[in-house]
T-cell receptor, first 114, second 116 residues
Framework: GNSVTQMEGPVTLSEEAFLTINCTYT??????LFWYVQYPGEGLQLLLK?????DKGSNKGFEATYRKETTSFHLEKGSVQVSDSAVYFC?????????????FGKGTKLSVIP | NAGVMQNPRHLVRRRGQEARLRCSPM?????VYWYRQLPEEGLKFMVY????????ESGMPKERFSAEFPKEGPSILRIQQVVRGDSAAYFC??????????????FGSGTQLSVL
């Protein structure tokens, strides 16, 4: 079956620090990969996605590259802000008829301090 | 433009009671999905519904759990005779259709169920 493993949190960084949150996956097919973000008191929001090998998803200064050879989709940001404090979830979905079923990692809580 | 609304935000039940969790999808969305996040785990798919139809309930426990999405009103996730192991965060998501589902999938803030 499908599974997603992401680095344990919580992660605490100073403002303007570099962020990496590791994510690796196992999948029976050729999945699409996603990062979702949950800000305090809100629902999960799609942050970025990639649908094929070597694709780079990017949004709001965050980036992640679909690495099929290492089955990874690590999230990076060069300079974090206090407003980036949130819980980040890595996820995948199969293609085709089952694409609505997302498999999530456990989430990584990020706190950015001024 | 209201997002996906879930209520209550927090629900406390004693063992053996019933829990009813509500989800109002975004305006114009006719597809609803329920996910459960147990402590220390990722969100797990439970059920996918369209208006008046259950499309896929493969992730839902066979006993005590049921879901509906009536023609009028919110989607309801119902848990009968709750046990401590049901304590979790329950998230609802909605989309307008199946095309590009994941790009147009919006989540609610979740209901935290605590069973005493």
């Amino acid at each position: 079956g499908n599974s997603v493993t992401q680095m344990e949190g919580p992660v605490t960084l100073s403002e303007e620090a570099f962020l990496t949150i590791n994510c690796t996956y196992t999948a029976t097919g050729y999945p699409s990969l996603f990062w979702y973000v949950q800000y305090p008191g809100e629902g999960l929001q799609l942050l970025l996605k990639a649908t094929k090998a070597d694709d780079k998803g990017s949004n709001k200064g965050f980036e992640a590259t679909y690495r099929k050879e290492t089955t990874s989709f690590h999230l990076e940001k060069g300079s974090v802000q206090v407003s980036d404090s949130a819980v980040y979830f890595c996820a995948l979905s199969d293609r085709g008829a089952g694409s609505y079923q997302l498999t999530f990692g456990k989430g990584t809580k990020l706190s950015v301090i001024p | 433009n209201a997002g996906v609304m879930q209520n209550p935000r927090h629900l406390v039940r004693r063992r053996g009671q019933e829990a009813r969790l509500r989800c109002s999808p975004m305006k114009g969305h006719s597809h609803v999905y329920w996910y459960r996040q147990l402590p220390e785990e990722g969100l797990k798919f439970m059920v996918y519904l369209q208006k008046e139809n259950i499309i896929d309930e493969s992730g839902m426990p066979k006993e005590r759990f049921s879901a509906e999405f009536p023609k009028e009103g919110p989607s309801i996730l119902r848990i009968q005779q709750v046990v401590r192991g049901d304590s979790a965060a329950y998230f609802c998501a909605s989309s307008p259709g199946l095309t590009d589902t994941n790009e147009k999938l919006f989540f609610g803030s979740g209901t935290q169920l605590s069973v005493l």
